[in-house]
């Protein structure tokens, strides 16, 4: 991924003549909204101001409301000189990243935007953003806070700019060459050319559709734009810790997209496993049970611990090929069958490679643990089928412009 700075800063000038760049191709903005009734007339007056004529437009709303938002926009979109839709979704599959990948799927344009409808990112900066991409030749362009220019005032509070910090340099520290040349990954504003997604690809979970955008189509030339992040218009925040989790589990999700990187986080998880199999071992013996069979039964701490953490962090997406308990029955009799083979194992290598003890027992853990791998991902976690089509039929799809 390379990242064209020539010009770039330049085009994050407020004063930069819009005669200065290219002509760009025809814009679809996706606003994803859920209660965002109190912003939409004023989006949609300062998209009207911002956008020129010159450049053609649509707007396309995508909406997991619960409140009137659909109804205002109907109302609001009869004064827009461009054409606005709605997508309502009645059931909100992905949260907000679903909703923008939802909106990508239809629309037709040769630039796509994604922005929120709560203004706190300018609609003054829609045109720049897809000129700063002809004039780059760039797949991507990222409305950056973190590059000179930028600012994030908006974020109210130091808990918030500390947990927008810490996410940015931990996705950047967990994708360092995907993300190279994007300061600000965690940004939701962003212009992004449609022949460079692949929608069959992507799976997002929550509201950093950027980051998934960047990590699974991996657009080869990204430019930046400087923008402030403004005060929320109208109505309330939308981040909260449910949301803040679902961002964890997705960062974990594309970590562990590669075989190998699952390999990798199953044999991490299965070392985690220790810590509750040695606690329930010591409180057994200590009530007076046995240690042989004191093991078995903390054993069992030690599979179920492991079963929870890779259920949450790396096959959240393959669960829903069998029904939990099925998945559990066959989680516990792979754990399980682990230390019957391991055993003959060890005794494999001492007696017939004549390899002392300590090295035949490491090398019947990395067999074993292999082979609990492939088994654990095949006979629990089937693949997913693939889709028959990348484009999901919308539930109602209404069509408002002027």
């Known amino acids: 991924m390379t990242t064209p700075r020539t010009g770039a800063e330049e085009l994050g000038d407020p004063e930069l003549s819009a005669t200065q760049v290219p002509e760009p191709g025809a814009v679809t903005i996706v606003v994803p909204t859920f209660n965002e009734s109190g912003n939409i007339r004023e989006l949609l007056r300062r998209l009207t101001e911002s956008v020129p004529s010159r450049l053609p437009c649509e707007v396309l709303f995508v909406d997991d409301s619960t409140d009137d938002t659909p109804e205002v926009i109907r109302s609001a979109a009869q004064d827009c000189p461009f054409p606005v839709d709605v997508l309502h979704r009645d059931t909100p599959t992905g949260g907000l990243g679903g909703a923008v990948v939802e909106g990508m799927r239809k629309a037709g344009s040769d630039w796509i935007v994604v922005m929120d409808a709560d203004l706190q990112h300018p609609p003054s900066l829609v045109p720049e953003l897809v000129a700063a991409g002809e004039q780059a030749g760039a797949d991507l362009v990222v409305a950056s806070r973190y590059i000179r220019g930028g600012s994030r005032e908006g974020l109210a509070g130091g808990y918030r700019i500390a947990v927008s910090r810490g996410a940015t340099w931990l996705t950047k520290g967990l994708f360092p060459r995907r993300l190279r040349g994007i300061s600000d990954p965690m940004s939701g504003f962003f212009a992004i050319r449609r022949s460079v997604v692949t929608a069959d690809v992507l799976k997002p979970l929550g509201y950093k559709i950027l980051l998934e955008l960047a990590v699974r189509c991996r657009p080869e030339t990204v430019a930046e734009v400087p923008f402030v992040f403004q005060d929320r218009f109208a109505g309330e925040s939308k981040s909260t810790a449910k949301e803040g989790m679902r961002f964890l589990g997705h960062l974990t999700g594309l970590r562990t997209a590669s075989p190998i990187a699952r390999m990798i986080a199953f044999g991490l998880i299965g070392l985690t496993g220790f810590v509750p199999n040695l606690l329930g ?118 069509r408002v412009s002027p």
């Open 281 to 398: 071992l010591h409180l057994l013996t200590g009530a007076g049970m046995h240690y042989l069979p004191a093991e078995i039964v903390a054993n069992q701490f030690g599979v179920v611990w492991n079963f929870l953490l890779i259920e949450v962090l790396l096959f959240r997406d393959r669960r829903h090929h069998r029904h939990w308990a099925d998945r559990v029955g066959r989680f516990a009799l792979l754990a399980n069958a682990d230390l019957l083979l391991r055993i003959p194992l060890i005794a494999l290598f001492v007696s017939w490679l004549d390899m002392a003890v300590l090295p035949a027992t490491a090398l019947a853990l990395l067999t074993t643990f292999v082979v609990r791998f492939a088994a654990t991902e095949a006979l629990v976690y089937l693949p997913r089928r693939k889709e028959t089509s990348s484009r999901v039929a919308p539930q109602a799809d209404v």
